[in-house]
């Protein structure tokens, strides 16, 4: 049996090759980093507004299947950056909440960010803190009356902007600011 040893100065990588290799892992890290974090940013507020539109679709459900009027609401001062879902409750004649506060992700709140129109054919440029649907789903203002007018806005730290409409038939439509207008999602 003739065993063959290596020989000397290859029984591995030097010293000079394993520091340019981690110096190169390193600059591929430091330009990867930024990129990710625009991806995670842009993530969380893409899923934070999905699940405003989720509540709101909820809400009309509520209020179809419990032929009553249900309500989403989004809080803006007393616990920022919640909303909840509520239900016309007949025998104490208030809403009553249905299924606990929803946070919105780090980072996101409802605002407009860099948004300088309206989405949603809004008129003018609001924010929505309460969608009232009445028992057949549809959206209502104050009086009672279809109300056309509901858009939601979520934005991150760095200014990007969604908005949740409802049409008058209780449906969510999600919106992406593009700078210079919305694309519908």
Sequence with gaps: MNIRKAPKGSAGFSLVELVVAVAVILVI???AI???MA?????RLAGSTRAVAHQLSLARLRAETDFTNAQLVIDTTVVPNTYTVQVWDKAT??????GGTQFLSQSISFGFGAATTAAGGQNP???TVQTVFNSRGIPIDGAGAANLNDVIYLADDQGNAYAVSVTVGGHTRVWRYN???WDQQ
Excluded at 39 to 43: D, E, Q, S
Excluded at 93 to 98: I, R, Y
């Design 29 to 31: 890290t430091a330009i």
């Design 179 to 181: 700078g210079g207008g």
């Design 93 to 98: 004649a208030t809403f009553q909440a249905e």
């Design 125 to 127: 440029m609001q924010q």
């Design 39 to 43: 991806t995670l940013r842009a993530y």
């Design 34 to 36: 930024p990129g990710a």
